[in-house]
């Protein structure tokens, strides 16, 4: 039999209610960074897509844009958080920008040599086409690797207010009640029967 620390071994005893062992006082939710307690709902018809969105939270939310920002004494960006979050534009709306970071085209093809000095090259100039603060010239915030020009609509939109509000209790440690389980017989007492 395995030891590993997990859902069903000895160290989670309370059967993925509030647990000692996972609490994190410091995050918020109290839980540690990406935890999930057992349900209380066993007929969630729903589930495949709540993991879902804590998928695409983990892996594709641009979370750390609030760390680059405070790292050069910023408190917000010039781009909405919407756009900052799902890597939609230059966090500091800079036009033209590149200063090194990911390309974008294919750039091994076999037989030709010298190709990325010729087309998708990326400029390590570090100098924006047009600047309208001494902000936009912060080389430490990395440049936009996006289609800046590309219009979301609102079904977009929508997807990333259900995504925030899932992010807001990401490490949820009651998932949805109190910690010590009265609202969780409450809810369970509804759906017995």
């Given at each position: 039999?395995?030891?590993?620390?997990?859902y069903?071994s000895?160290?989670?005893g309370?059967?993925g209610?509030?647990?000692?062992f996972a609490?994190?006082?410091?995050?918020?939710?109290?839980?540690?960074?990406?935890?999930?307690?057992?349900?209380?709902?066993?007929t969630?018809?729903?589930y495949?897509?709540?993991?879902?969105?804590?998928?695409t939270?983990k892996?594709?939310?641009?979370?750390n844009?609030r760390?680059?920002l405070?790292r050069?004494?910023?408190?917000?960006?010039?781009?909405?958080p919407?756009r900052?979050?799902n890597?939609?534009?230059?966090?500091l709306?800079?036009?033209n920008?590149?200063c090194?970071?990911s390309?974008q085209?294919?750039?091994?093809?076999p037989g030709l040599?010298?190709?990325r000095g010729?087309?998708?090259?990326?400029?390590d100039?570090?100098?924006?086409?047009?600047?309208?603060?001494s902000?936009?010239l912060l080389s430490?915030?990395?440049?936009a690797?996006?289609?800046v020009?590309y219009?979301?609509?609102?079904s977009?939109?929508?997807?990333?207010?259900k995504q925030?509000?899932?992010n807001?209790?990401?490490n949820?440690l009651?998932?949805?009640?109190?910690n010590?389980?009265?609202?969780q017989?409450?809810?369970r007492?509804?759906?017995?029967?």
């Open positions: 039999m395995s030891t590993s620390i997990g069903s000895a160290i989670n309370s059967n209610a509030f647990n000692i609490s994190e006082p410091k995050n918020a939710g109290g839980a540690i960074r990406g935890w999930i307690p057992q349900t209380t709902i066993l969630d018809k729903r495949q897509e709540y993991e879902q969105i804590r998928f939270l892996n594709a939310w641009n979370t844009y760390r680059q405070r050069n004494n910023l408190k917000t960006s010039i781009t909405t919407f900052a979050v890597n939609a534009g230059d966090l709306s800079r036009e920008y590149s090194g970071g390309c085209t294919f750039q091994s093809r040599k010298g190709l010729r087309f998708g090259s990326i400029s100039s570090c100098i924006p086409s047009a600047a309208y603060n902000l936009q430490n915030v990395p440049a690797a996006c289609n020009k219009v979301y609509d609102s977009d939109y929508i997807t990333y207010l925030r509000a899932v807001k209790n990401y949820d009651s998932y949805g009640g109190d010590y389980n009265a609202s017989s409450a809810q007492a509804i759906r017995r029967y």
